[in-house]
């Protein structure tokens, strides 16, 4: 069974500092997603990486994939409150319909 | 209209009830999704359809019963349901079932279910 652990569970920050969330797998993943889910609403994709090694950029926000396809940061810089949101990684195994979440970061940016 | 949408957002229902939560996805996507978001728990994927075609079914109880027409369209049939199975009920379809980018799961809005 594959598995996604994420960390931080909870982030509570200042606005305009900056932050690194991880999401970590023993397995390898063909390629990992990453959402932001905002209360009551359903998970926003924010990016999809495929390669490893790969770095995504995304205005403040930088994704990178591991080498091995296994794990993947989220760094944030100069947080702002509208990046408040849990954050979740999901990952896309090799077996097709196999994906499967992370339990996520919630991120609090406080003004 | 773009994207996945749900309907209803909000459904308060007792335990005998009957009701059907809707997805329609307008993205010609092949593949559609059923989750389960419960409060401080990962999302539970339910059901997954492939080209109209159930091909994922993870234990879950009978008490729901997911129906897909086409592949647009996608409901999840409840009745009798317990208290439990309180939770946001998320829909998403991707391009396909398959490697790489076109896993890429697009979700709806949900529909936020309280069984009273």
């Known amino acids: 069974t594959q598995l996604l652990e994420q960390s931080p569970q909870f982030l509570s920050i200042q606005e305009g500092e900056n932050l690194t969330v991880y999401c970590n797998s023993s397995s390898v993943f063909s390629s990992l997603q990453w959402y932001r889910q905002e209360p009551g609403e359903g998970p926003v994709l924010l990016v999809t990486v495929v390669t490893g090694g790969e770095v995504k950029k995304l205005k403040r926000l930088t994704f990178q994939f591991g080498d091995a396809r296994k794990d993947s940061s989220l760094h944030i810089t100069a947080a702002q409150p509208g990046d408040t949101g849990l954050y979740l990684c999901?990952?896309?195994?090799?077996?097709?319909?196999?994906?499967?979440f992370g339990p996520g970061t919630r991120l609090s940016v406080l003004p | 209209e773009t994207g996945v949408t749900q309907t209803p957002r909000h459904l308060v229902m007792g335990m005998t009830n009957k009701k059907s939560l809707k997805c329609e996805q307008h993205l010609g996507h092949n593949a559609m999704y059923w989750y389960k978001q419960s409060a401080k728990k990962p999302l539970e994927l339910m059901f997954v359809?492939?080209?109209?075609?159930?091909?994922e079914n993870n234990s879950v109880p009978s008490r729901f019963s997911p129906e897909c027409p086409n592949s647009s369209h996608l409901f999840l049939h409840l009745h009798t349901l317990q208290p439990e199975d309180s939770a946001l009920y998320l829909c998403a379809s991707s391009q396909d079932i398959g490697q790489g980018t076109t896993d890429t799961q697009y979700f709806g809005p949900g529909t936020r279910l309280t069984v009273l």
């Open positions: 359809y492939s080209l109209e075609e159930r091909v």
């Open positions: 999901a990952g896309a195994g090799n077996y097709g319909q196999n994906f499967v």
